[in-house]
């Protein structure tokens, strides 16, 4: 499929890479005894960043391998449909595409079945990366979910390493997901690994917690992550504050207050909106560190993808929850 959207102002592709999944979201039983049902919904960390990125305007790849199955047509489909370009996709029919199976508490809070390993997103090695989606790449963004095991892990970490030495700026949403890993495995190595290759970092609050032991602390974590590559570290935790933390200041950012019903993929629209902010200031990896010093532009950026986290939360889903720039504006200005 081609889907190349080259935009004539578009200042370098966001180039997200990992799984593209099928989220089963249970849905209330419509009468009391009535078999379970599930609604697909198109989704994947690193595929929900590339849709929000695309929304506001961005050149976004999604790079990953999909089945050659029902739900990776799905996925491709929904993906191009949203603006995403997908020509450096790859297929297989080797395994099939992870499914995640969802289901809500009564208190809203979600648990995961996943279907993987085996599937089709595993399979994607060094040499299945399309030299072309280098060329333009501005940033490149990963989650701990290709970390699972060890090839995928050592793809992962080459893509970061290519797409440095191309100059783009490398971003990393920990996102951990503690059931993907095999049960005699400790995600963190793994994860530390792929995190010192990030300029960027985003953490949640409890994946900071996570890291922690052995670190020395939460400051610890930060520290150690500041004193190899990483140039940002971003803490968000849901309608509380955002922590930041760079090599030479540290500080908060407020979120925007809403009535919240669904926060899947909060996260996810955060970064999109905050790559799509560094991308259009053409900001890559080498300009990254006098950007962070540049108090104003950073608040901006930062403000404005805790208004697309926030819009992401009052609609369901993941792809069709994510905010154009219309939405954001009218957040902010309506906050302001
Ligand atoms: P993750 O999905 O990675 O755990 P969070 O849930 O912390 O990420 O959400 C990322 C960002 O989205 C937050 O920092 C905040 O700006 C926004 N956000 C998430 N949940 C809410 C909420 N309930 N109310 C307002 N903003 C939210």
């Known amino acids: 499929m081609s889907t190349t959207l080259r935009k004539p102002r578009d200042r370098g592709a966001i180039v997200c890479f990992g799984e593209a999944l099928v989220d089963l979201l249970a849905q209330p039983p419509s009468t009391p005894g009535a078999p379970r049902q599930f609604v697909e919904y198109a989704g994947g960390a690193p595929a929900n960043v590339a849709v929000a990125a695309a929304r506001l305007g961005g050149h976004a790849c999604f790079v990953g391998m ?49 279907y993987r390993p085996p ?60 059931s993907l890993w095999p049960v005699d495995v400790d995600p963190q190595a793994q994860c530390w690994r792929a995190l010192f290759e990030a300029d960027l970092v985003k953490l949640s609050r409890q994946e900071l917690e996570f890291l922690s032991p052995g670190s020395g602390g939460e400051d610890g974590v930060i520290e150690r992550l500041l004193r190899q590559r990483t140039r940002c570290v971003v803490v968000t935790d849901g309608a509380a504050p955002i ?30 909106a905050l790559l799509r902010q560094l991308v259009l200031r053409n900001v890559r990896a080498a300009a990254f560190g006098e950007f962070l010093d540049h108090h104003a532009a950073f608040d901006d950026a930062l403000r404005f993808a805790a208004a697309a986290g926030a819009l992401a939360t009052i609609r369901n889903g993941a792809f069709a929850a994510m905010p154009d720039a219309d939405d954001i504006d009218r957040l902010m200005q309506a906050a302001a």
Not at 71 to 94: E, I, K, N, P, S
Not at 251 to 264: N, S
């Open 66 to 114: 999909l089945g050659q199955d029902m739900f990776g047509d799905m996925l491709l489909t929904h993906l191009h449909g949203a603006g995403v370009d997908v020509d450096y996709v790859r297929r297989t029919d080797q395994a099939k595409t992870a499914l995640a199976f969802v289901s809500l508490d009564a208190d809203g809070e979600r648990s995961f079945s996943f």
């Open 119 to 178: 599937s089709a997103d595993l399979l994607f090695r060094e040499g299945d990366f399309d030299d072309r989606c280098f060329d333009r790449v501005a940033a490149f963004h990963v989650c701990s979910n290709s970390l699972t095991e060890p090839r995928i892990a050592d793809t992962t970490l080459a893509g970061m390493r290519r797409a440095r030495n191309a100059g783009a700026l490398v971003s990393m949403d920990l996102n951990l997901r503690p």
């Open 243 to 272: 922590r930041w933390f760079t090599r030479k200041r540290q500080g908060t950012a407020a979120t925007f207050p809403v009535t919240a019903i669904d926060t899947t993929a909060a996260g996810d629209a955060f970064v999109g």
